[in-house]
């Protein structure tokens, strides 16, 4: 069966950093565009950051502003979220998704066939 498991979530105060991982399994990995996605409470869950197939091309949301890194590791069927100068306004599930038949449009959760169960991100000020 398809797995994506997320790991690396936390609690940190506001300038730490937090080093997100997903292991993926029962799929072709190495061939899926990869996202993360965050929902904090009350609000629509929304596209942080997505990764092709190659890692050659890689894609944020404004709110980012080049604090985070998307990476991946096809040979560990990995997806990373390096996430450095955190705000209180990060606190959010973070979720891990896989999109096999990726057609371009990044912040569509509609694009993601196969999602994690979320990983608890929480930032303190």
């Known amino acids: 069966q398809v797995q994506l498991v997320e790991s690396g979530g936390g609690l940190v105060q506001a300038g730490g950093s937090l080093r997100l991982s997903c292991a993926a399994s029962g799929f072709t990995f190495s061939s899926s565009t990869m996202g993360w996605f965050r929902q904090a409470p009350g609000k629509e869950r929304e596209f942080v950051a997505r990764i092709r197939w190659s890692g050659g091309s890689t894609y944020y949301a404004d709110f980012v502003a080049g604090r985070f890194t998307i990476s991946r590791d096809n040979a560990k069927n990995a997806l990373y979220l390096q996430m450095n100068s955190l705000k209180p306004e990060d606190t959010a599930i973070y979720y891990c998704?896989?999109?096999?038949?990726?057609?371009?449009?990044?912040?569509?959760?509609?694009?993601?066939?196969?999602w994690g169960q979320g990983t608890q991100v929480t930032v303190s000020s």
């Open positions: 998704a896989a999109a096999p038949y990726y057609s371009g449009n990044a912040y569509s959760t509609e694009e993601y066939a196969y």
